[in-house]
């Protein structure tokens, strides 16, 4: 069965911190995707991977950054984390366009 | 680019009562229609989807939606709620072109079901 997994289910960090979250996928998918889900706002595309080594920019890519060093891992990078940036996170992978994407439990991320 | 329009943010309804969820997506052109759910504290999972074929489309849990080009709609039904599908529900289009795989998806409209 497809799985998506994320490494944390909830993380607290303080303002400033760089902050590290990781998406893990075992169907080699070439593409890969982080959102931001926020109460009203729905789910924003922040950065997706198409490739090893090929990223690009989402819906609110602004203060964030990734890397996607293997096929199956897409790492999402929080530079200096604020305040703004608490919310949940959701990675997602695919294989092809209008294929469904398969999403991991997701990331509430707190930062104080 | 297409998009996708949830018409309501928030549904309540009874137990065993049937409910439809409403979305409307911006593009007459061939599309392909998703239908997720968000359970608490969970990612999403695909309820069902619209490729080609027949308009009508049977998901997971006894959901369905029908594909209605002619008024760009894409409505999911279900006949008798239970307390389980309690849930944010989001519609999801790609957006067209050179994708990757991308989906637009709409605001979310949370089912509550009351007993």
């Known amino acids: 069965d497809v799985k998506v997994t994320q490494s944390s289910r909830y993380l607290v960090k303080r303002t400033g911190e760089k902050v590290f979250l990781e998406c893990v996928q075992d169907m080699d998918h070439e593409n890969m995707f982080w959102y931001r889900q926020d109460p009203g706002l729905g789910l924003r595309l922040i950065y997706f991977?198409?490739?090893?080594?090929?990223?690009e920019k989402g819906d609110i890519p602004e203060g964030y950054s990734v890397s996607r060093e293997k096929k199956e891992r897409f790492s999402l990078i929080l530079e200096s984390a604020s305040t703004n940036q608490t919310s949940m996170y959701l990675c997602?992978?695919?294989?092809?366009?209008?294929?469904?994407?398969?999403f991991g439990d997701g990331t509430r991320l707190s930062i104080l | 680019a297409q998009s996708v329009t949830q018409l309501d943010s928030q549904v309540p309804v009874f137990e065993e009562a049937p409910v439809e969820l409403r979305c409307n997506y911006s593009s007459s052109v061939s599309v392909y229609l998703f239908w997720y759910v968000q359970y608490p504290n969970q990612g999403l999972q695909l309820l069902l989807k619209?490729?080609?074929?027949?308009?009508l489309v049977k998901g997971i849990n006894g959901f369905e939606a029908e594909f209605n080009k002619s008024q760009t709609s894409f409505h999911l039904r279900k006949p008798s709620v239970h307390i389980s599908d309690t849930a944010e529900y989001f519609c999801a289009v790609p957006p067209g072109g050179t994708s990757y795989g991308k989906l637009t998806f709409g605001q979310g409209t949370i089912l509550t079901v009351h007993p």
């Open positions: 997602a992978s695919t294989t092809r366009w209008a294929s469904p994407q398969h």
């Open positions: 991977s198409y490739d090893v080594k090929m990223k």
């Open positions: 619209y490729l080609s074929g027949s308009t």
